[in-house]
């Protein structure tokens, strides 16, 4: 089975900090990308990694920045944490293209 | 901009009663996905379609190229069946999602 596991489930984080939120995935797949899902909403890309080193910004980059120099984890980085970076936040990976998607479990994640 | 469109936002549904929730996109796509989502975060894939029709059990999606809409249909539906249903299109590298459809149904 594929397998994709986030750092963590439940983060709390001051405004100011630096988080770090990484994700790895076990199936070898190229893509790897990160979302973030709030109410009405729905899920809205950050960014993706179509191979090692390489990214391309999604539809909300600002404030976030990421780091892919394994092909198997992903990294994403809140330079300085704002309240209003306060989501849930999901990392999934997929074999090329647009083929399924394998999504981890998710990082809610809390700024105060 | 909403690339992809979902019907009903929220449904609310007796055990064992039909249920359906559509699916309208916008954009030139590779291919439609079709998630559930359970309390808690967790998204797990239920379909990736191109054309046609796929079956899983109880649950049927059907997609319609030239009219640029899919369906999910839900056939006897259970209450673990409740969960949010979100839609997905693929097109180049890229994703683009519904807002979901959050179903509930009452034994």
């Known amino acids: 089975d594929v397998k994709v596991t986030q750092s963590s489930r439940y983060l709390v984080k001051r405004t100011g900090e630096k988080v770090f939120l990484e994700c790895v995935q076990d199936m070898d797949h190229e893509n790897m990308f990160w979302y973030r899902q709030d109410p009405g909403l729905g899920l809205r890309l950050i960014y993706f990694s179509y191979d090692v080193k390489m990214k391309e910004k999604g539809d909300i980059p600002e404030g976030y920045s990421v780091s892919r120099e394994k092909k198997e984890r992903f990294s994403l980085i809140l330079e300085s944490a704002s309240t209003n970076q306060t989501s849930m936040y999901l990392c999934?990976?997929?074999?090329?293209?647009?083929?399924?998607?394998?999504f981890g479990p998710g990082t809610r994640l809390t700024v105060t | 901009k909403n690339e992809v469109e979902q019907s009903p936002q929220n449904l609310t549904a007796q055990e064992g009663e039909f249920i359906t929730i559509n699916c309208s996109y916008s954009v030139g796509i590779s291919a439609l996905h079709w998630l559930q989502q359970h309390p808690g975060g967790g998204i797990v894939s239920l379909f990736m379609l191109s054309s046609g029709k796929k079956k899983h059990g109880r649950l049927i999606a059907t997609i319609n190229i030239q009219e640029k809409h899919s369906s999910l249909h839900i056939t006897a539906s259970h209450p673990r069946d409740s969960a949010v249903y979100i839609c997905?299109?693929?097109?180049?590298?890229?994703?683009?999602f519904g807002t979901g459809t959050s179903l509930t149904v009452i034994p």
């Open positions: 997905a299109v693929g097109t180049g590298n890229q994703f683009y």
């Open positions: 999934a990976s997929s074999l090329q293209g647009v083929y399924e998607q394998y």
